[in-house]
């Protein structure tokens, strides 16, 4: 295994807040090979004049659902160039608690997302509205697989899905896809016409009660074959990004169609399943587009969660506000362009701390793996967590994978987000068992040490150069 961490991470590990003890410190640097394990001291016996950082564990805010990553067909088809041992020791790392990152909330699509091989859906038979030909056979060779050898590690790995398209003849456009190629290069086109053009602010599903009743069963039929393979999904979103026209799978849908579906078709077609609705996923900064759903009463029977994603940033701190009861997700990390640089990373640590500093319960990747051209079927480079060299079949582990970690290693389902002053690159939770997890920055090109007050013991921790540092109370 080539596992390259070129980020320096620490976590101290202290037996509680009111007891002095010896902290566990573990230390990576690019030279190195995984968390070593130092000791070291950072308690102060005299108090500053002056605090970096104060944070206050009576101060609480959400609870925190987890941290993890998305299912796709090329993340499995890249993990399936390693080695079956090294393949078991990426997704044990990933997901096996209490041994690496521990992730334990994750994502999955219905049907084709951009990142699979190819279009397909679960029902290509036009006018199938009983759903007869339903079939998730090609998941077979992929995403449950995929899924399968992440539950092996982590049975209680919570799963929700969402499509990026509905089948194609669901639509007005009967496509896919709903813009034209980005890029000349034939490998990655789409047969898009000006006829198949869509539109944002349109409802590209076409709005007549008996396709959104089978849609409904389409969804029902995937809850009830994916348990069939003892895979369990806890919640579903009715479109991913639903007022993007993409040159992948995508549908456009106004928040009033979404009202109509979620109101009177889906919510009660996953309501028998015993399934949560999840309401997105919200891609633009407007407020508006989840009011007109969680201000119905039919929609608010079974919306419990709200997901946000790129330009959706914009939206959750208002949404927050004024719905601070709903539980809110950050759904998929914004994806960079295939180099899984130290400064993207720095970007998606600013991206978390948004999220989680406005109420946000998850956060989960994108691309769990990729081959180290980063491409997808359609052409856009994207960053991934575990990188995999297609020649030399090796793997490594990026900047992004060993961020995620600090969180999913330390902040466990449970813990709830603890309110700071001072130094703004630093997040704390408490968790369940009384811990403090703290995870801290500094992005410059020299050292920072902090004063960190924590109840009435402050520590002195010095931050080196760009790094991502974690310390546990």
Known sequence: MKNYLLILSAAVVLASCTEKSTPVVWVSTGEQTGWNVIDTLWETKTVPESLDVIIDPE???????????????????????????DRDSVLSEMFEPGKGAGFTYCRMP???????????SYNETEGDFE???????????TLVPFIKAALKYNPDLEIWASPWSPPSWMKYNRYYALSWSWTDDPRYANEMTEERLGMEGTDMFIQKPEYMQAYALYFSKFIDAYRQQGIRI????????FNSCQPYPSCTWTARGLREFIGKYLGPAMAEKKVDVIFGTVERANVRLVDTVLQDSDCMKYVKTVAFQ????????????????????????ECGDGRNEWSFCLYTWDMMKHYLSNGASAYEYWNTSLSDDGMSRWGWRQNSLVVVNEHDKSFRFTHEYYLMKHFSRFVRPGAKRVETSGYDDLLAFLNADGSLAVVAVNKGTVPRTLSIQVGDRVFKPTLA?????SFVF
Request: negative net charge; aromatic residues 12%.
């Open 131 to 141: 759903m007869r030909n339903f079939s998730i056979e090609n998941d077979m060779k």
């Open 59 to 85: 101060k609480t805010a959400q609870t925190i659902r987890g941290f993890g990553t998305c299912f796709n067909e090329l993340g499995w088809i890249s993990l399936g160039r390693l080695s079956a041992a």
């Open 465 to 469: 150069a760009g790094t991502i540092n």
């Open 310 to 333: 790129w330009a959706g940033k914009g939206a959750i701190p208002e949404v927050h506000e004024r719905y601070p009861e709903m539980t809110l997700i950050q759904s998929e990390s």
């Open 110 to 120: 219905i049907g084709a997302n951009d990142f699979a091989v190819d279009w397909y």
């Open 234 to 241: 806890f919640g579903v979103a009715p479109q991913n990004e």
